[in-house]
């Protein structure tokens, strides 16, 4: 049952790769506070966007199942990813991390409307600790730890290929590095802090596919942007070094 409380726990486990993962995810059910929020979202619309079909069902994470970058955030946005169903498509948020992914040639495209935009993620993936839109953005210590096996499953089924993780915000920081940790990596104790421009260095467990260096980035909400605690250029620089360190080719800008 899609709505059982462990039903995100089984199905991970049971998911051998990323898309049998997004497959099982999109139905699930597990969290009744989220799940009446996305839906009662996707019925009152944002006048805006009242032609629109929402989505309102976990947003997925989005990029190649060899990804050598993966991005964290915190949770789709009620009228963003939550109406087109892709992360960080349909906010500003979004389009200023995709313009900078596209500036760093990581991207296909500068600006992103929707599923059927054409889109293409080069090395990256893009994901979330919690996968439903949560009401004021924020989900309760319960959402956040039941959505937990959904982010841990799928960091462990990258780590083939995943070197770097840039996560964005404070939130997204404890509850990546929570994950992170059954996905097969050490992550000290106490837990590194957060901070923009932080960074740190795990070690697997077993021993297997090497480091993963987890970068802190301030999140790329409306409000850091405006204020001006998070401009392009700040974005910009973590993820060419996260991508630089996962051994993607980055374009950078030329110096003024
Ligand atoms: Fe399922 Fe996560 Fe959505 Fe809760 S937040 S219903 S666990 S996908």
Redesign the pocket.
């Known amino acids: 049952m ?1 709505t059982a409380e462990d ?2 726990v089984r199905a991970a486990a049971r998911s051998r790769t990323p898309a049998e993962l997004d497959g099982r ?2 139905t ?4 009744p506070r ?2 009446e929020w ?1 839906e009662e979202t996707a019925r009152i619309k944002r006048p805006a966007f009242r032609d629109w079909e929402y989505w309102a069902r ?1 947003v997925p994470g989005f990029g190649p199942p060899d990804a050598s970058l993966a991005i964290t955030g915190l ?1 789709p946005a009620a009228h963003g990813g939550n109406r087109t169903g892709r992360m960080f498509t349909g906010d500003r948020a979004g389009d200023l991390l995709y313009a900078t992914l596209y500036e760093l040639g990581l991207a296909s495209r500068s600006t992103v409307t929707d599923l059927a935009d054409g889109l293409e993620l080069y090395g990256v993936r893009v994901t979330s600790p ?3 839109a ?1 009401p004021a953005n924020r ?1 309760t210590p319960g ?1 956040r730890d ?2 937990r ?2 982010l841990a499953r799928e960091l462990q089924l990258l780590r083939p290929t995943v070197r770097s993780v840039v996560v964005l915000g404070g939130f997204g920081w404890q509850t990546t590095l929570a994950a992170l940790e059954p996905a097969g990596l050490r992550v000290p104790r106490p837990r590194p802090v957060f901070g923009h421009g932080a960074r740190t260095v795990l070690e697997p467990a077993d021993g297997a596919d090497g480091p993963l260096t987890v970068f802190g980035c301030y999140h790329v909400s409306q409000r850091n942007v405006f204020t001006g605690r998070l401009t392009p250029a700040m974005l910009r620089e973590v993820l060419a070094e996260a991508a630089e360190t996962a051994g993607l080719p980055v374009v950078r800008p030329d110096p003024e």
């Open positions: 899609c039903y995100p995810l999109v699930c059910r597990a969290c989220l799940v996305r976990p949770a919690v996968h439903c949560p989900p959402e039941r959505c096996p959904w």
